[in-house]
């Protein structure tokens, strides 16, 4: 799984460490950062499954660039970045460090690729580091491949922005353990999944699909493509988790095939607003919150098992009531389908449905008074925390700026 993301002059960053457990909390004021964070991880995504960077940075015709583009990519004033994903290796003491470094002035150029074995030594601090994989760019048409084995190959014809390693699973034809872990690896990071749910793409038909849109546009194809027997578990969970909305209207979900070739299909509802009266609706008269809530539990039985779960302000079109109904989902399924969260969030109904067990997990991004960057620091490490949480709740502490006092005191 992954544990950690480290980025280094990377849009508002200097430098920043994100640690990344089974359900990870970002908290911040507006123009902190967390945005910036959650497109570190969706350039990393990106760029395993395009095996190269410039789609992830500037588009093309199926991705939106990111914000600012390449222009704002890199910590101004500098003309690099360098992003970094832990992921948790064969054994508890092993990691691998995937690293790569991008030149974004006066032109878009991989500088470097590595993936690093580390591992940790009980009784001690130190750690043994050995290069796994690693890629030195020589200039635009030559690069060195070094691999684990300590062969050097000498590669040609490639474009400045095509990365190397995400498409070098298999280095030299072996399939013993080395094979495994670097499919391992690259299954972790390909998918990162950032899920966006927009609900006015949510109400039209949407084409039968394997996998779940970011903006959820097609989760009507995605339920109907499923195998029967899966189709009949997912929607039965979905129904089950929708009765508990405080409404209490919603009794059944699912989703049909349409149209003469069934090639598109549509997510249907049945309400009951009063006691024996049932009334069937399609997406078009379903509520924003209720396609968002739809949203976030497909996302979550959907996705293959290990899946890293990126949602950006969970809390938009979230009623206060629903909040402890939603963390309740996270867990449940999270935790039996080994899929992690990180979520970004200003609801402090969320923040206080989530428990004072959450408070390790959570992380504040906020801006540096003087230097102007953004930084990440763990809740409980503020210095007055203690005395912060006997005074408000997690949501208080978010409502009155109970953080932000207190970090720009410290800064």
Not at 31 to 39: D, M, P, T, Y
Request: with cysteine; hydrophobic share 40%.
């Amino acid at each position: 799984m992954l544990k950690q993301l480290i980025l280094e002059n990377w849009k508002s960053f200097r430098y920043a460490e994100l640690p990344l457990d089974p359900l990870t909390v970002l908290i911040g004021t507006n123009a902190s950062g967390k945005s910036n964070v959650v497109e570190a991880l969706e350039f990393l995504q990106i760029t395993f499954r395009r095996e190269d960077v410039k789609p992830a940075l500037i588009g093309d015709s199926i991705l939106p660039s990111i914000r600012g583009g390449v222009e704002w990519a890199a910590f101004k004033p500098e003309k690099k970045f360098t992003l970094k994903i832990v992921i948790q290796g064969e054994y508890i003491n092993t990691d691998y460090i995937y690293c790569i470094t991008v030149k974004t002035k006066p032109s878009l150029q991989v500088l470097e690729e590595s993936v690093i074995h580390q591992e940790s030594h009980i009784n001690s601090d130190k750690n043994t580091i050995r290069d796994f994989l690693k890629v030195f760019y020589l200039n635009e048409k030559e690069k060195w491949l070094h691999t684990y084995n300590e062969k050097l190959i000498l590669m040609h014809n490639f474009l400045p922005t095509q990365t190397t390693l995400t498409n070098t699973l298999f280095v030299d034809g072996n399939s013993g353990l080395e094979d495994k872990i670097i499919y391992n690896f690259y299954h972790y990071i390909k998918n990162i999944f950032i899920l966006n749910p927009i609900p006015s793409q949510m109400r039209s038909y949407s084409p039968i699909s394997e996998k779940l849109e970011t903006d959820a546009s097609n989760i009507a194809g995605v339920l109907a493509a499923l195998s029967k027997k899966r189709k009949a578990e997912v929607e039965a969970t979905l129904s089950n988790y929708i009765k508990e909305l405080p409404e209490g209207d919603i009794q059944k979900v699912w989703a049909q095939k349409v149209g003469r070739f069934r090639t598109d299909a549509m997510l249907y509802c049945q309400e009951e607003w009063k006691p024996g009266h049932f009334t069937e609706i399609d997406a078009r008269s379903m509520s924003d919150g209720t396609l968002r809530f739809l949203a976030i539990i497909t996302a979550l039985l959907t996705r293959p098992e290990g899946s890293q779960l990126v949602i950006e302000e969970i809390d938009n079109g979230l009623h206060p009531s629903r909040a402890e109904l939603l963390v309740k989902i996270l867990r449940e399924i999270g935790s039996k389908r080994k899929i992690d969260i990180l979520l970004t969030t200003h609801n402090p109904a969320l923040l206080d449905a989530l428990g004072p067990e959450i408070i390790p997990f959570v992380v504040v991004a906020h801006r540096d008074k003087e230097t102007g960057e953004s930084k990440l620091t763990l809740l409980e490490d503020i210095d007055n925390f203690s005395k912060l949480f006997a005074s408000y709740s997690l949501g208080d502490m978010t409502t009155k700026g109970a953080i932000e006092r207190s970090l720009s005191r410290n800064e």
